[in-house]
């Protein structure tokens, strides 16, 4: 059986043949889409947002110059820019946790759980722990938020001073694309399906 998650309704869990997709009859929401190499694409994915998001804390995010006077930060300059008044520590460690280690452990954690079940071995152990953990965290892994929300208000600002991206932004931005295609290309059921095994 499996259960839509946008409205709840149950069906029989049938696989779809090749190149086909069960959707809910009720929302439309697809439930199983399994893709040809989709592992090996996950996993690509998921290390390749490990390195970005690794190298974007490092790397200057942007650097903004106005009335003579300039200033340039990284992303983890960013999420530590609270950390100056103690009151502020626990929203300095929420915006760091939501930005750079949430991100970063949702994928090691898919890397953890897809890479046994693609090079065709047994589950890793705890691997349905891991599944299921990275699925909690996906509401709370915000680095493409941040990235659209500093994009907008880069926007706003250029008008009053003069901005320059670094390679951080452009790194974010990258970001953004790969969590979109991380997410139309895992099919959970199939990840299920396979761990179950």
């Not at 907008?152 to 390679?167: R, W």
């Not at 932004?169 to 290309?185: E, H, K, N, Y």
Request: aromatic share 8%.
């Amino acid at each position: 059986m499996i259960a839509c998650p946008q409205c709840d309704a149950v069906y029989r869990a049938v696989q779809p043949a090749p190149r086909a997709r069960a959707v809910c009859a009720r929302c439309h929401t697809v439930l199983i889409a399994p893709h040809r190499q989709a592992g090996q694409r996950l996993i690509a994915v998921a290390l390749a947002v490990v390195v970005l998001i690794g190298a974007a804390t490092l790397t200057p995010f942007l650097r903004v110059e106005a009335g003579g006077m300039s200033n340039a930060t990284s992303v983890l300059g960013a999420a530590l820019a609270f950390s100056a008044r103690p009151m502020l520590m626990a929203l300095t460690l929420a915006v760091a946790a939501l930005i750079v280690f949430v991100p970063v452990l949702r994928a090691l954690l898919i890397l953890y759980v897809l890479t046994p079940i693609v090079l065709d071995r047994p589950p890793a152990r705890h691997a349905r722990a891991a599944f299921r953990l990275s699925e909690a965290l996906r509401p709370w892994s915000m680095a493409e938020v941040f990235a659209i929300g500093c994009a907008v208000a880069l926007v706003k600002i250029s008008d009053l001073a003069q901005v320059e991206f670094g390679p951080a932004f452009w790194m974010f931005s990258a970001l953004v694309i790969l969590i979109v295609v991380q997410d139309t290309f895992m099919c959970r059921y199939s990840v299920w399906t396979s761990l179950e095994k």
